[in-house]
């Protein structure tokens, strides 16, 4: 089992940029397909970006490609979000998840094992 605790949400001007953590605990993070969703009021749980095990792949939704990075540190068993050009319609809880399965279902967010609690982004126009 792995437990996951985001930071670095606040408030930011459109146009800025943010850094998002996921800090997990346990010795197997390596082992986990690490992903970032969002929720906004009102609306479905989304897919923003996703990273492999090894780190060799990267996946991203349509509205945040080119603009946000996902990486991991597995020596600091840490995955990161790191968001630039930001807009308004990015405001939303930002949750990060992890897997044991690889492969399809990455987009998904019932694919996903574990989840953390979220952290709130907030995009000023």
């Known amino acids: 089992q792995v437990q996951l605790v985001e930071s670095g949400g606040g408030l930011v001007q459109a146009g800025g940029s943010l850094r998002l953590s996921c800090a997990a605990s346990?010795?197997?993070?390596?082992?986990?397909?690490m992903g970032w969703f969002r929720q906004a009021p009102g609306k479905e749980r989304e897919f923003v970006a996703a990273?492999?095990?090894?780190?060799?792949?990267?996946y991203y939704g349509d509205s945040v490609k080119g603009r946000f990075t996902i990486s991991r540190d597995d020596d600091k068993n840490t995955v990161y979000l790191d968001m630039s050009s930001l807009k308004p319609e990015d405001t939303a809880v930002y949750y990060c998840?992890?897997?044991?399965?690889?492969?399809?279902?990455?987009?998904?967010?019932?694919?996903?094992?574990?989840w953390g609690q979220g952290t709130q982004v907030t995009v000023s126009s």
């Open positions: 998840a992890a897997r044991l399965r690889a492969g399809v279902g990455v987009y998904s967010p019932n694919s996903y094992d574990y």
């Open positions: 346990g010795r197997t993070f390596s082992s986990y397909v």
């Open positions: 990273i492999s095990r090894s780190g060799g792949s990267t």
